[in-house]
């Protein structure tokens, strides 16, 4: 049997981006396969960003919400989008869509098996998820979703609510209301440690009893460490996709947008001459996200004060450019506008004498 055009080693957001992208054409110059030994992972996930009006048609939001808040116990600070809302996709329907349309293409065929080696073909993706250990922080996060016995009344996004200084780290409490009634809630942690999450989950489903004001029924339970910025190249089987390439942004783990963007791109560059170019952290973007990522390891306990001073000085439309794409302007007016002598110390590799 001939080798195949292209082989994606992973089903997950990378991987069926990419492979869903690659279906948009119907024919294509060779077959293409992907392997994954479960291909029921995205369905345990809910993926949020900030997205525009020209991105909400290709990202179709389930649920979008115009105002965020950040908070630390004393202050609190409500951004209002304009140009940019955030957004929720349910893994469930991002995995759905995605394997329907793969399934449509008559050269596309998705594998249920766990490579060992890397695989035969002419351009080879490879999204197996990196260690843990190969990450400086890590955001470590129990979320719940739950049905109440009453509405809420919640009409904006808990981002970062009730941040405080724990786990050697950052801790918040993160509150989507997805509907009325509905809730997903998540107790996260940015911290260099590696956390136990059955230890965290006991912890957070205490915190959960005394923060919800009615009864409530579980629905889905979710959880899971994203790392947050690469020590430094890793090994891949072929060309390095999704969170192994470094398409979860440092700061935040924000990733889901940042893989399909890059799907389509990648798509286009293979039809038209069939190579792709790997991809690569925007330099001034990775710098930045480097600053804030020292001093969430070496200053955590002034972590919560710098997000809230963040939040102070950036509009709602500059906080969701910066946490989603992070342009030289979006750069430039946070720099003008983020604490200086915190954002000065680190970038000088100095974050231990603020
Ligand atoms: C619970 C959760 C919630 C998240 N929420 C958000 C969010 O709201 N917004 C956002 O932007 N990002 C979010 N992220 C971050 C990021 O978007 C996701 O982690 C995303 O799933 C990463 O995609 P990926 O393709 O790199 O890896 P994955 O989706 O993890 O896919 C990797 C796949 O590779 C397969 N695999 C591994 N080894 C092998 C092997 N040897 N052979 C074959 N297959 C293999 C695995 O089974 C897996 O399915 C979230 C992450 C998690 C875990």
Not at 19 to 45: F, H, M
Not at 287 to 292: A, E, F, G, N, Q
Request: aromatic residues 12%; proline residues 5%.
């Amino acid at each position: 049997m001939s080798k195949p055009w292209i082989h994606i080693i992973g089903a997950g957001v990378s991987g069926l981006s990419l492979a869903s992208q690659l279906a948009q054409y119907e024919d294509l110059p060779g077959t293409i396969k992907i392997s994954d030994p479960n291909l029921d992972r995205a369905k345990s996930q809910t993926f949020c960003f900030w997205f525009n009006e020209e991105e909400s048609a290709w990202l179709k939001p389930e649920y979008s919400w115009p105002k965020w808040r950040l908070s630390n116990g004393q202050d609190e600070h409500v951004h209002h989008g304009h140009q940019y809302k955030y957004g929720m996709v349910s893994g469930e329907r991002f995995r759905q869509s995605a394997l329907k349309t793969i399934a449509e293409h008559p050269q596309i065929e998705l594998v249920q098996e766990w490579l060992l080696d890397q695989p035969s073909a002419e351009h080879v993706f490879d999204s197996r998820p990196p260690h843990l250990e190969e990450f400086y922080i890590k955001q470590s996060f129990i979320g719940f979703e739950i049905e109440g016995t009453h509405n809420y009344d919640l009409n904006q996004v808990a981002l970062m609510d009730d941040l405080s200084f724990a786990y050697g780290g950052l801790r918040f409490r993160y509150v989507l209301p997805i509907t009325a009634t509905r809730l997903l809630v998540e107790y996260t942690l940015f911290t260099a440690q590696i956390v136990n999450l059955d230890n965290f989950e006991q912890e957070c489903r205490l915190a959960l009893d005394e923060d919800c004001p009615f009864d409530y029924k579980h629905l889905r339970l979710e959880k899971a460490h994203i790392p947050m910025g690469l020590r430094g190249e890793i090994n891949s089987w072929g060309i390095p996709i999704g969170t192994r390439a470094g398409m979860c942004r440092d700061a935040t783990g924000y990733g889901f947008v940042e893989m399909q963007r890059w799907a389509k791109l990648a798509s286009q560059q293979l039809i038209a001459h069939n190579r792709v170019k790997a991809y690569h952290n925007p330099r001034l973007r990775s710098w930045m996200d480097t600053c804030l990522l020292r001093l969430i390891e070496h200053r955590p306990e002034l972590s919560p004060q710098i997000f809230m001073e963040l939040a102070r000085f950036l509009s709602g439309d500059q906080f969701a450019q910066f946490m989603m794409r992070c342009h030289l302007k979006d750069a430039f007016s946070m720099m003008l506008k983020a604490p200086k002598k915190s954002f000065i110390l680190s970038a000088m590799g100095k974050p231990q004498w603020i």
